[in-house]
């Protein structure tokens, strides 16, 4: 339902009156004793260090250190107790959501930034996944709603050849494809919509489908992705290439890589990483092997972790890992080198930029190597052996993406923080056009 101009002012005033209330209780509950708020802040931080000491040893260290990682916290709990701290603290957590949920009433979608609308599909062809997420697929009644917007609906089963019945579906005359599934299945399908030109649309029905979140897709509900089969409008992003194979997200080397490739992970995903994080980025992690190479900067040697994304993520400016954008035309080169539990509590304090082995840069290409013939890649987390070296580069403007006109959570796949929004909501309840309701 379209909401009234009136109805977003007031939720707009009503955003910032939360926000502001939020900050004045935290105020309230942290700035009467500034004594007791160091030894808090102390203890949070002692609280991390222990953390990560915890997870990346074994035997009697890992215990005494989630003891003492127990302890700071409990210490923080307590020093929040005594100051009667622990009521205003709520309240400011809780009109902090409250000020996030009536900002999304009454910020507006903004169409206009992705174009015209497109002129809809005669031979879509979808393919779902049954499985995935759960059974979003029953649970929401995709196939239903596709085929009766006129769509043809394949289910991604045991033993299907999703690549070879999307070449088909193109060779047949298909004028859109479309996977309702995770973002392993959309980068398959991606890639031959995009070596055809032809028009792709994603439905995430997937567990996290982090695609969608930077598409600004609704992710609880994805039937409305379907929306645009009927009201669509479509732009251009790019795809990330790794050797052959296309990505839509990113490719990891090094630690998380190893993690995913482990047989029990999918089953037991916290203990598999728990067994294996002493070994791979603990005090007594063995060397790498890992080499970095961008053009024009320096090879990085041995980090414990290299991800290279299609388009930055957001690390370094609050967007807790998030894409402002997939058509820049780049790739997001990450990699880091953990120290210890002080660097985990470094990060904590300055972000991941504070820390000694991180850096990032945008790049057009980038190539890792390993010690050994082959190397793990988590490839939009599915695990994926590759020949050393591993060649990625971006791919821009390859793909046609399809996007409904209406409903977008954020657009051109900008996640905009609570300060962000902000110039918006004051212009919304001034009564003034929004700043962002331009076209891109």
Do not use: C
């Not at 070879?164 to 959309?186: I, K, M, R, T």
């Not at 821009?396 to 996007?403: D, N």
């Not at 929004?434 to 891109?440: I, L, N, R, V």
Request: net charge neutral.
């Amino acid at each position: 339902m379209t909401k009234s101009p009136a109805l977003r002012r007031l939720a707009a005033v009503a955003a910032l009156l939360a926000l502001a209330g939020a900050v004045a209780l935290a105020f309230v509950a942290l700035l009467p004793d500034v004594l007791l708020l160091i030894p808090g802040v102390v203890a949070a931080l002692v609280a991390v260090a222990a953390l990560w000491t915890a997870l990346t040893t074994r035997g009697v260290v890992r215990w005494g250190a989630a003891a003492l990682a127990v302890a700071g916290m409990a210490g923080v709990v307590a020093l929040a107790l005594a100051k009667d701290a622990v009521g205003p603290l709520i309240g400011a957590i809780i009109l902090t959501l409250a000020s996030g949920a009536l900002a999304d009433v009454a910020l507006p979608d903004l169409p206009s930034r992705h174009g015209p609308r497109a002129a809809a599909p005669r031979r879509a062809v979808f393919f779902m996944n049954p499985k995935s997420g759960g059974g979003k697929v029953g649970r929401f009644g995709l196939i239903e709603k596709a085929e009766a917007a006129g769509a043809r609906v394949i289910l991604i089963e045991h033993g299907l050849d999703l690549i070879g019945a999307a070449e088909e579906a193109a060779a047949g005359g298909a004028d859109l494809l479309g996977v309702a599934g995770g973002d392993g299945s959309q980068a398959l399908v991606a890639g031959v919509a995009a070596r055809h030109d032809i028009p792709f649309l994603v439905v995430p029905a997937g567990t996290r489908n982090h695609f969608a979140l930077d598409l600004g897709l609704d992710r609880e509900d994805p039937s409305k992705a379907l929306d645009a089969l009927t009201d669509g409008t479509e732009r251009r992003i790019d795809l990330g290439l790794v050797g052959d194979r296309i990505f839509v997200n990113n490719v990891s080397f090094g630690a998380y890589a190893a993690i995913v490739s482990e047989e029990g992970y999918r089953d037991a995903k916290i203990r598999t990483a728990l067994g294996r994080l002493p070994e791979l980025v603990g005090s007594g992690a063995s060397i790498s092997g890992l080499v970095l190479r961008v053009p024009g900067e320096d090879p990085v040697s041995d980090a414990q972790v290299v991800l290279v994304s299609n388009n930055v993520y957001g690390f370094e400016t609050g967007g807790g890992g998030t894409r402002e954008r997939i058509d820049a035309g780049v790739l997001g080169v990450v990699s880091v080198r953990m120290g210890g539990g002080l660097d985990a509590a470094g990060l904590l304090l300055r972000g991941p930029s504070g820390l000694p082995g991180w850096r990032q840069v945008a790049a057009t290409q980038a190539e890792v190597s390993g010690p050994d013939p082959t190397l793990p890649a988590g490839i939009d987390g599915e695990s994926i052996d590759m020949p050393s070296p591993v060649v990625l580069k971006v791919l821009p403007a390859a793909l046609r993406i399809r996007l409904p006109r209406h409903g977008l959570k954020r657009t051109g796949g900008t996640r905009r923080t609570a300060l962000s929004a902000v110039p918006r909501l004051l212009a919304m309840a001034a009564g003034r056009p929004d700043p962002m309701g331009s076209a891109a």
